[in-house]
């Protein structure tokens, strides 16, 4: 089975700017979550989607929304880039059982806003 | 709130000697998971090894193993045989029997000196 992947790896973006990246999960997956890392805050969960719904949700602002397709694949969005969003975001998925499922993650795509 | 503290920023280690990472977390629940999650320079999370709350008996992989502690809520990873490819940040992570939101520590530096 091929992982989970994610696109793009790299992106470069500047203030104000809005950016949309992408999450295949591994086949048959239907849990997608993101998370943020960054050198000061860590790694920060963000949300969490099941069958096309939002089903747990991070701390962060408005500005960061995602949505989940039919086929399991999701996209993360963030309006209005700020240089504090610079990260690398990760995307994991798990199985129909979620109960202790493992979280099996992508390589990330690395968002840097100037 | 869950939290999970790694205590030591770095680490090192000599080829083939056997180290020990430290995790503590703090919860209320009763129904969990604790998680050591690999990150070598590639930026993707690996999944070493998975303990169950409920489980008294230590998870072990291969040259991995964990002590869990329950009641003082430690749980640190031993790495048997250090190789140079165990060299990476090390997560521990937490997260309630369900659900799919991880909670990070903030990592450990594996270095393997040969």
């Known amino acids: 089975k091929a992982g989970v992947t994610q696109t793009p790896r790299y992106l470069i973006k500047t203030r104000g700017q809005q950016v949309t990246l992408s999450c295949s999960p591994i086949?048959?997956?239907?849990?997608v979550s993101w998370y943020q890392q960054t050198p000061g805050q860590g790694l920060q969960f963000l949300f969490e989607?099941?069958?096309?719904?939002?089903?747990n949700k991070g701390n962060f602002p408005g500005r960061f929304s995602g949505r989940q397709f039919s086929n399991s694949r999701s996209e993360m969005n963030v309006s209005t880039l700020e240089l504090g969003d610079s990260a690398l975001y990760l995307c994991a998925s798990s199985g129909e059982d979620t109960r202790g499922e493992k979280l099996f993650f992508g390589s990330g795509t690395q968002l840097s806003v100037l | 709130a869950q939290t999970v503290t790694q205590s030591q920023p770095e680490m090192s280690v000599q080829e083939a000697e056997t180290v020990t990472l430290s995790c503590t977390y703090d919860?209320?629940?009763?129904?969990?998971?604790l998680f050591w999650y690999k990150q070598p320079p590639s930026r993707q999370m690996i999944l070493v090894i998975r303990q169950e709350a409920y489980k008294q008996q230590n998870a072990t992989e291969n040259r991995f193993s964990v002590n869990f502690q329950k009641a003082a809520k430690s749980f640190s990873l031993k790495i048997s045989d250090s190789q140079l490819g165990d060299a990476a940040m090390y997560f521990c992570?937490?997260?309630?029997?369900?659900?799919?939101?991880?909670?990070f520590g903030q990592g450990t530096r594996l270095t393997i000196n040969p």
């Open positions: 086949s048959g997956h239907r849990s």
């Open positions: 989607y099941f069958s096309e719904t939002q089903r």
């Open positions: 992570a937490y997260k309630v029997g369900g659900a799919q939101k991880l909670v």
């Open positions: 919860t209320s629940e009763s129904d969990y998971y």
